[in-house]
């Protein structure tokens, strides 16, 4: 019994980081930047959750608005931040991610306070019994059924739609794709949105399950998302989902067994390490 | 249909070709012949919008395309099949075609790939497999279809038997003739020189970037001592 509750809080922990870890593999394999201020629109997806639900009453309205600004506050950070920088090469980038990720920090702390906000009357917090003794959060089924929804949904779009088709062939050769008349400024800006909506729902999500949000919640999703998408194989979809569940379990097995040694996101660095020089080309990744 | 003149393009410094001026009409074939390093591919990729124009003008049916993005450009009327055919590999066939055929309607989209899997059957049994799994002659096959996607006006050909076998050299060239005769404007690049000047109605020759001889393809064949250095020049291909 125990191990399936740590493995099910495993799936969870692992659809948050995979709804994270996407956005930085979307804009990895479009552009080669590391993206690191993503996290910065998961902290804000977070921030707008407990706002709007904190104001309507609505969780689910919270969810569609958290999701559709922050899409859109992904779209305006690559017109502004990066588009200008493509022609640099792509630590210019990097810093500039940097630095507005540092800066969200300061920004978040100055617009909403420093010590974070909670759900007034916090959401799905009740549980349903699966089986006798065996108990699911609602929280929890709707962090793993959100997850599995938006991954479906994005594997639809991508295999399926001429739009989902063409944004592939801009990852595989972007100039032969501009060639045949996909426009691939419209393939970047629904890139971005598409990332980004995704970290605004795990943002919300978090802000669920910890009935917190605050300045700072976007630092360890950062660097563990960046841990992720080495892990997957840079810029590989299929290896961020499998990395990001994997870590998820590893972690929540870890930290019951190997906890009085390392504790979470040491044993997450721990295992990225072993992997990396075991297959240093990462769990999915092709040569290097 | 499709008119340049003194074009200059290449890559920041470097020039790659200049003053390239020429006039074709439709259902004609240009073939461009110069040795590796001449300038070719990069000309045609100019004409694409993929390698920077320093200067001059091309024009499509009398409209302008020097200010034009790649993307903007297909819609006038212009498409590639680019040196090294640079199919997607990690789409499958039929997705292939799907990006080659982006800028039309849905209907346009099913009878192109309907006219690319009538002109390469082989194709269509393959629709499904991953592009990158293709043999050589295939990707080529797929190179061409996905360039008719957009039922270009002036098509832009690049090295197309480049390490094909003859039997399907023969069968690319049999669908150029057919769009020949569907007033389809043809610049080939090619080495192998002996099929180039077959095809031919009008011919340029660079040599370092420069123009040094064109054409019509008759009047090179009665320059018999430049005729017979060409055909020379690549007698090893
Ligand atoms: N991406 C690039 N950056 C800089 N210079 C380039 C680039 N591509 C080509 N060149 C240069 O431009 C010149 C013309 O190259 P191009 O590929 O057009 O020749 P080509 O006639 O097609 O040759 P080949 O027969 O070998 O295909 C060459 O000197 C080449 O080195
Ligand atoms: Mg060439």
């Known amino acids: 019994m125990l191990y399936l509750e740590l493995f099910i809080q495993g799936l969870v922990q692992g659809s948050i980081y995979a709804l994270i870890a996407l956005g930085l593999t979307l804009v990895y394999g479009l552009l080669r930047i590391l993206h690191v201020a993503h996290a910065a629109l998961f902290t804000l997806g977070g921030y707008i959750g407990v706002i709007v639900t904190n104001a309507t009453g609505s969780f689910t309205l919270a969810m569609v608005v958290a999701m ?31 630095a507005l990720f540092i800066a969200s920090e300061e920004i978040f702390r100055i ?99 910890n009935n917190l949000v605050e300045p700072t919640m976007g630092s360890v999703a950062s660097y563990k998302a960046l841990a992720i998408i080495v892990l997957g194989g840079l810029g590989s979809i299929r290896g961020t989902l499998i990395a990001s569940l994997l870590l998820g379990v590893l972690e929540s097995f870890g930290t019951i067994y190997i906890g009085h040694l390392l504790d979470r996101d040491a044993i997450a660095f721990a295992f990225l390490i072993l992997v990396l020089m075991i297959r240093p080309q990462g769990l999915m990744g092709g040569k290097l | 249909m499709l008119e340049v003149s003194k074009l200059s393009c290449g890559y920041g410094d470097i020039v790659a070709a200049r003053d390239i001026s020429f006039r074709l009409s439709s259902g004609e074939v240009l073939s461009i012949i110069g040795a590796n390093g001449a300038g070719k591919s ?24 020097a200010k034009l993005k790649p993307e903007q450009r ?20 039929l997705e292939n075609l799907i990006v080659g055929g982006q800028i039309v309607d849905k209907s346009t989209l099913h009878l192109g790939c309907e006219q690319a899997f009538n002109y390469f059957p082989r194709l269509r049994d393959r629709q499904r497999q991953l592009a990158g799994s293709l043999s050589g002659g295939e990707q080529q096959m797929l190179a061409i279809g996905r360039a008719l996607m957009s039922q270009p006006k002036v098509l832009l050909v690049d090295e197309m038997s480049l390490g094909l076998m003859p039997k399907v050299v023969d069968e690319c060239y049999e669908v150029l003739n057919d769009l020949k005769q569907k007033n389809v404007a043809i610049v080939l690049v090619e080495q192998n020189t002996e099929r180039a000047l077959n095809a031919a109605d009008q ?6 970037s420069q123009v040094t ?13 430049l005729f017979n250095s060409l055909l020379g020049l690549h007698k090893g291909n």
Request: aromatic share 10%; charged share 10%; with cysteine.
């Open chain 1, 68 to 98: 559709l600004v922050v899409g859109l506050a992904g779209m305006l950070m690559y017109k502004l931040a990066y588009e200008p920088l493509l022609s640099q090469p792509p630590y210019v980038s990097l810093i500039a991610s940097i």
């Open chain 1, 111 to 209: 617009a909403f306070g420093p010590y974070g906000l909670s759900y007034q009357t916090a959401p799905l917090q009740g549980h349903i019994e699966l089986f006798s003794g065996f108990y699911l959060k609602y929280a929890e089924i709707l962090v793993m059924g959100l997850s599995t929804i938006l991954m479906i949904a994005l594997a639809w779009l991508s295999m399926q739609t001429r739009t989902g088709v063409a944004w592939r062939a801009t990852v595989t050769d972007p100039d032969m794709a501009r060639a045949f008349g996909v426009k691939i400024q419209n393939v970047r800006y629904l890139n971005f949105f598409i990332g980004s909506s995704f970290a605004a729902a795990a943002g919300v999500l978090v802000a669920l399950l």
């Open chain 2, 42 to 65: 990069s000309t045609l990729m100019c004409l694409s919008g993929l390698v920077e124009q320093y200067n001059g003008s091309i024009q499509v049916n009398g409209v302008e395309l």
């Open chain 2, 74 to 93: 297909i819609q006038k009327g212009i498409s590639i099949v680019p040196e090294g055919r640079r199919i997607f590999p990690d789409l499958s066939v």
């Open chain 2, 203 to 208: 011919v340029l020759l660079i040599e370092a």
């Open chain 2, 213 to 225: 001889w064109q054409g019509s393809a008759e009047a090179l064949k009665q320059t018999p001592e």
